[in-house]
């Protein structure tokens, strides 16, 4: 992990709220003027991803003080529960799209215009180059609400997709299908609410310190092995807080050396794990006689 990555989550953060803000606009102006309830719903969404973008800023910014009296372990884990609350406003986009829907799908209005869908295209397309660029930084930062956010713009892009098909079914079949689009809203809410538990079960896992690390105790016990005086290695535990990984390692020695020695191979040991692996924060290192 880069030593920048708090900045790197922070500037991906702040190209969504620019990116969702445009979008949000485009796509309830495209939706009013263009008879297309799945834009206007589109456009919703794209509101709550802003405050939801928001959110997360806020939390990466939090996450960042450093560990203090009350907080020794520092305040990473902010960052899952304002995971929660990101996936508390895709819920409630999702059910307020929904009751829209069923509302529309109910009223005779007049088809999508034609135009709408080259509104779409463009969206769709820039949608999924947000994902990517997004879900890049949280894979390099190790930020699950920034893998929220990335998310964010994936179900943004499935809604889009999904308004492209109702209004292309509406316009080609004419007359009668003019409640297409909203049944294409319909089904993108059901979506955005499936995709709610996929980003809400990793942040949960999180906070319940859940055993989810096994390539990174390979690597912290490889690594252990190539410290001067460390024979081999037992229990490890790790759990995750913001971008940071907490571990605790039983680490095997001589027997017969000194408590002096051991500590001076702890130390080493626990300098060189964080050197090598720069998204570790505490260690704690419990030394092991060799029986």
């Given at each position: 992990?880069?030593?920048?990555?708090?900045?790197?989550?922070?500037?991906?953060?702040?190209?969504?709220?620019?990116?969702?803000?445009?979008?949000?606009?485009?796509?309830?102006?495209?939706?009013?003027?263009?008879?297309?309830?799945?834009?206007?719903?589109?456009?919703?969404?794209?509101?709550?991803?802003?405050?939801?973008?928001?959110?997360?800023?806020?939390?990466?910014?939090?996450?960042?003080?450093?560990?203090?009296?009350?907080?020794?372990?520092?305040?990473?884990?902010?960052?899952?529960?304002?995971?929660?609350?990101?996936?508390?406003?895709?819920?409630?986009?999702?059910?307020?799209?929904?009751?829209?829907?069923?509302?529309?799908?109910?009223?005779?209005?007049?088809?999508?215009?034609p135009?709408t869908?080259?509104?779409?295209?463009?969206?769709?397309?820039?949608?999924?180059?947000?994902?990517?660029?997004?879900?890049?930084?949280?894979?390099?930062?190790?930020?699950?609400s920034?893998?929220?956010?990335?998310?964010?713009?994936?179900?943004?892009?499935?809604?889009?997709?999904?308004?492209?098909?109702?209004?292309?079914?509406?316009?080609?079949?004419?007359?009668?299908?003019?409640?297409?689009?909203?049944?294409?809203?319909?089904?993108?809410?059901?979506?955005?609410?499936?995709?709610?538990?996929?980003?809400?079960?990793?942040?949960?896992?999180?906070?319940?310190?859940?055993?989810?690390?096994?390539?990174?105790?390979?690597?912290?016990?490889?690594?252990?092995?190539?410290?001067?005086?460390?024979?081999?290695?037992?229990?490890?535990?790790?759990?995750?807080?913001?971008?940071?990984?907490?571990?605790?390692?039983?680490?095997?020695?001589?027997?017969?050396?000194?408590?002096?020695?051991?500590?001076?191979?702890?130390?080493?040991?626990?300098?060189?794990?964080?050197?090598?692996?720069?998204?570790?924060?505490?260690?704690?290192?419990?030394?092991?006689?060799?029986?």
């Open positions: 992990m880069k030593p920048n990555t708090h900045q790197i989550a922070i500037k991906a953060t702040y190209f969504s709220i620019f990116s969702n803000t445009i979008l949000a606009l485009a796509k309830w102006l495209a939706g009013f003027f263009g008879n297309s309830y799945a834009l206007i719903a589109d456009s919703i969404e794209s509101t709550t991803d802003i405050l939801a973008s928001c959110l997360v800023l806020f939390g990466l910014k939090y996450a960042n003080k450093p560990a203090d009296k009350n907080h020794p372990y520092g305040h990473g884990r902010i960052e899952p529960l304002i995971t929660f609350l990101v996936v508390g406003f895709l819920i409630t986009s999702a059910v307020f799209i929904a009751h829209e829907s069923i509302i529309n799908i109910a009223t005779p209005h007049e088809l999508p215009k135009w869908l080259i509104v779409l295209g463009a969206i769709i397309i820039w949608k999924e180059v947000s994902y990517r660029i997004v879900i890049k930084k949280s894979k390099e930062t190790n930020s699950s920034l893998k929220a956010d990335a998310w964010h713009h994936r179900s943004d892009a499935i809604t889009s997709i999904s308004a492209f098909i109702g209004i292309s079914v509406a316009l080609y079949f004419g007359k009668g299908y003019e409640s297409a689009d909203d049944w294409a809203a319909l089904f993108a809410s059901f979506f955005i609410l499936y995709n709610s538990y996929l980003i809400f079960r990793p942040a949960l896992g999180e906070i319940m310190d859940e055993h989810v690390y096994d390539d990174l105790i390979l690597n912290i016990r490889t690594e252990s092995l190539k410290v001067n005086g460390v024979i081999g290695t037992e229990k490890c535990f790790v759990r995750k807080a913001g971008m940071k990984y907490h571990i605790d390692l039983h680490a095997i020695v001589d027997a017969n050396m000194s408590v002096k020695d051991g500590h001076a191979i702890a130390h080493n040991l626990k300098d060189t794990l964080r050197h090598v692996i720069p998204e570790l924060g505490h260690v704690l290192i419990h030394i092991e006689p060799n029986e």
